[in-house]
């Protein structure tokens, strides 16, 4: 039996297996990425197929089961590969919490859920994740590489390669930019300092001063891949922007020639966008590209509860309300802004997709009706949840991100979530990952409770999927609750 968009997929990777390549189901919405990756993983386990009886054709091969199983195979390596972005990450964190935390993470609902589903999730958040690896390990046209795959997988992601490009162009100019500053101050030292005739003294000094600047910062321990440094603490926003428009200029040559693949990706992209006519394949009428400002707030909100103990404990609210005293009256005015915009969002820019509110299989639905749209007030009631919501993020990416890298995060989200005209929790699942792997907590207690509430919002899912299923009038067969 198939489920929801299976009955597109499921049907369409079969006819690549008998080899109709020219067969395009027109509602299907995403490229065929996924059914590539099906065809490899197919033929790499024909033999035991054969040997087995299952099939006696590559097309027989290719069933229900077979097809759902090469997500299965794509989660094990999303998990190396959250395990791998971890440790290179914090590179202190011993390996037993880094296979902890991604086992953790592959226990997030909506990921773990589409596992045992023929759907475009997992394939598309292993893509985006390999891509980045590469990049944070300086791979530049590796990176790229993983960034086609992922584009062919969903489109949506050239949004994440754009944003894999801008972290390694921060990365390299923001870090040149630090080590130029702090050999400026060692030389301003090395100057003023009366111990100028005994250079020995005056370099072991400078190296002591230059290995406290990228270890620790005011007091706060930060890990060593992220190299701050007392000026950019102290710096603004749009200070680190100033440095990284500086460097980028006078390193213009050198960011050409590194971060060019990405920008022959972009190219293509756009090219091909301009040739279909739009950036989905099929069902272009239900999928129009709208101004759903809203669905930025769902998502900082969904993904505050789900790791609720992350962001609601005594620890993180002091800390939260420490930053908006310390920023006064500044604080006050963001905080107003923020409002502002979050109930122009909701009020001119709330948008209810008919597939939303005609399809009860999902939760969604059921969201929309119970809370969202439950009267007139109950979506501004919510605004100030939204709000709260993304000030918690900021605050708890802000503790070891730079600002601008926090921004990038912000405006690639919404270049995702905004466009999408339906409520899908799936549409959440890569800023969620990008969100978690930089929070960095280290309490255990939160990151027990974390899993402890992903378990149980999976069980409830399965349960409520495999034991309450219902009926449609007017339509064959059982239907069943999913995501």
């Known amino acids: 039996m198939m489920f929801k968009d299976e009955i597109f997929h499921i049907p369409q990777a079969q006819k690549y297996c008998s080899g109709n390549f020219r067969s395009w189901d027109p509602m299907i919405t995403t490229p065929p990425g996924l059914y590539y990756l099906s065809l490899a993983h197919i033929a790499s386990l024909f033999p035991a197929v054969v040997f087995t009886q299952a099939g006696s054709s590559f097309s027989e091969a290719c069933s229900t089961q077979i097809l759902r199983s090469t997500n299965g195979i794509l989660a094990v390596l999303c998990s190396v590969l959250v395990y791998d972005i971890i440790s290179h990450l914090r590179p202190n964190l011993d390996d037993k919490k880094a296979t902890t935390y991604a086992v953790i993470f592959a226990l997030y609902p909506l990921h773990w859920f589409f596992t045992f589903l023929y759907y475009t999730d997992v394939a598309s958040l292993t893509a985006v994740l390999a891509m980045y690896l590469a990049c944070l390990k300086k ?56 111990l100028n005739a005994k250079g020995s003294l005056v370099s072991s000094a400078n190296l002591r001063k230059r290995k406290f600047y990228r270890t620790k910062v005011a007091g706060k321990q930060f890990p060593r891949s992220t190299r701050f440094s007392s000026i950019n603490l102290k710096s603004g926003l749009m200070d680190e922007v100033r440095s990284m428009i500086l460097t980028m200029w006078r390193m213009k040559s050198e960011l050409l020639v590194s971060f060019s693949p990405f920008l022959i990706v972009l190219m293509a992209f756009v090219a091909f966008v301009r040739w279909n006519g739009s950036i989905v394949l099929g069902a272009k009428e239900a999928h129009t590209v709208s101004l759903h400002f809203a669905q930025i707030m769902y998502f900082g909100l969904f993904s505050a509860l789900v790791t609720a103990p992350l962001h609601y404990n005594l620890s993180e609210v002091i800390d939260l309300f420490h930053s908006f005293w310390k920023g006064r009256p500044l604080s006050c005015f963001q905080v107003f802004i923020f409002l502002l915009a979050g109930f122009i969002s909701v009020h001119y820019f709330s948008i209810a997709h008919p597939y939303l ?26 605004v100030p949840a939204y709000v709260c919501s993304w000030f918690s993020i900021f605050n708890i990416l802000g503790k070891f991100r730079r600002k601008i890298w926090v921004l990038a995060y912000f405006v690639a989200t919404a270049a995702v979530l905004v466009p999408a005209p339906l409520i899908e929790f799936r549409y959440f699942t890569t800023p969620f990952y990008f969100l978690m792997l930089h929070s960095q907590m280290n309490g255990r207690l939160s990151w027990l409770l974390i899993a402890l509430l992903f378990i149980a919002l999976n069980a409830f899912t399965m349960i409520m999927f495999l034991f309450r299923p219902f009926y449609w009038e007017n339509e064959s067969g059982k239907q069943r609750f999913i995501w």
Not at 359 to 381: A, C, E
């Open 357 to 382: 509110l005609a399809d009860n299989r999902h939760y969604p639905f059921y969201l929309w009706r119970k809370v969202i749209n439950t009267n007139w007030s109950s979506k501004y009631l919510l």
């Open 139 to 194: 791979n530049y046209w590796s990176s790229a590489l993983f960034g086609i795959f992922a584009v062919v997988i969903r489109q949506t992601n050239i949004i994440w390669m754009l944003f894999v490009a801008c972290c390694g162009v921060i990365d390299t100019t923001l870090t040149c930019h630090d080590d130029n500053v702090q050999i400026h101050e060692n030389d301003l030292v090395q100057e003023s300092s009366p």
